[in-house]
């Protein structure tokens, strides 16, 4: 059974990446849990507008910090976002990325080490690369290529990974990993080139809508407040089996560190995801096709069965709900 009660307590949580898409809505959810939230970012693609309705909180800190470089700060809790998530963004600069994903792993990891604070790491569905498994177990290890236009982010998040891990064998620090899949909803940027919201912006401009390749190729997108809902889940778990006040010249680990599977198990066609949204907005757009990026994933569908299992978590919000309060959203931000 799932138990709540060590949630309860008010913590001293850091979120890196705290002013993004995701970063946003777990500071939000967080603070509304009662808990007190430290949010750093660097805004290369967060922004203030995400967290403006935040800052007047006696709980919540603004820290622009870039992830790359050590902190020392005192926290429970470490979300590690940071990283941007889009492939135009992550390509923009692509040493910096491999940057902010190993050294913001060591830094962040060293920061729990010193602290013995719990740390989770935001990893990615794209750890398994372009798969040749479907859908996609945690046991599965992938099909990335090392040296393409993706590498930097799918290599670099592996790298992540393997850096939690030993700092768990090597330091008993008290690890999570989630591998967070395709997830969208409000605060997406306009221009942050992933599909969704290219997709609706265009689609509310009534300007064509651009499918890469013929479209039939495959994600499964889950809405960010069933996300939110998981990560949490997942930090949580293990909480109330010890605490942390218990014996200090033990080492605390809370339970099972992952990897796990955080995401939507309803596969959709890019192609489809296009007609619904002209469809969800009215739009006159028109598809129009061009070439498919190099290693763009033709499948992608996580099996949740860990997450449903242990963490007793499932999205509950369909894809035309969640799109309807995501359209809504860019059409008031317009
Ligand atoms: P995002 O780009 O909106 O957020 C990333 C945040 O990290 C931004 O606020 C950015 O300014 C910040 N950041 C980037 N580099 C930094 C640095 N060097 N120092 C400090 N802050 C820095 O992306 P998102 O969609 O919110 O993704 C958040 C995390 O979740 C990322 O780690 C991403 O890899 C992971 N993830 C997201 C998805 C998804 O579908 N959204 C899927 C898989 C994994
Ligand atoms: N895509 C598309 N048109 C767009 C943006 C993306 O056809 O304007 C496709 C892209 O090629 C990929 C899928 O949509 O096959 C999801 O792309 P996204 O960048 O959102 O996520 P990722 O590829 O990282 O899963």
């Not at 008010?10 to 898409?21: C, N, S, W, Y």
């Not at 913001?104 to 798969?131: F, W």
């Not at 982010?153 to 850096?163: H, W």
Request: hydrophobic share 35%; charged share 25%; glycine share 8%.
């Amino acid at each position: 059974m799932y138990h709540y009660n060590t949630y309860r307590e008010p913590k001293r949580i850091l979120v890196t990446g705290g002013a993004g898409f995701i970063g946003s809505h777990l500071c939000e959810r967080l603070l509304n849990d009662g808990h007190e939230v430290l949010c750093l970012d660097n805004f290369f693609t967060g922004m203030k507008n995400n967290i403006v309705h935040l800052l007047q909180n006696p709980r919540f800190e603004l820290i622009r910090h870039d992830v790359t470089e050590p902190l020392l700060i005192e926290v429970d809790w470490i979300f590690n976002l940071a990283c941007p998530a889009s492939p135009i963004h992550y390509q923009y600069n692509p040493v910096k990325t491999i940057k902010v994903n190993v050294l913001g792993a060591l830094n962040m990891l060293g920061l729990a080490k010193r602290v013995r604070a719990r740390i989770l790491q935001a990893s990615t569905s794209e750890v398994y690369g372009d798969p040749e498994e479907h859908p996609q177990t945690e046991e599965y290890w992938g099909h990335v290529n090392p040296i393409g236009k993706r590498s930097c982010y799918d290599e670099g998040k592996r790298v992540a990974e393997t850096l939690f891990f030993d700092y768990l064998r090597q330091n008993k620090v008290d690890i999570k990993v989630a591998r967070i899949f395709n997830t969208y909803g409000p605060r997406m940027r306009p221009d942050d080139g992933r599909v969704i919201s290219n997709f609706i912006v265009n689609a509310l401009d009534n300007i064509p809508i651009t499918l890469y390749g013929d479209g039939t190729q495959t994600r499964s997108f889950c809405y960010i407040d069933d996300m939110i809902e998981g990560l949490i889940r997942m930090m949580d778990y293990g909480s109330c089996e010890q605490t942390r006040e218990q014996d200090y010249t033990k080492p605390y680990l809370s339970g099972f560190p992952g990897p796990i599977n955080l995401g939507n198990p309803d596969e959709v066609s890019i192609a489809s995801i296009a007609e619904k949204i002209i469809l969800l907005t009215g739009s006159k757009s028109e598809l129009f096709f061009d070439k498919l990026p190099e290693d763009d994933p033709r499948r992608r569908l996580p099996d949740i069965s860990k997450a449903t299992k242990l963490l007793k978590w499932e999205p509950h919000t369909g894809l035309d709900e969640g799109l309807g309060k995501t359209i809504e959203y860019f059409t008031k931000t317009k």
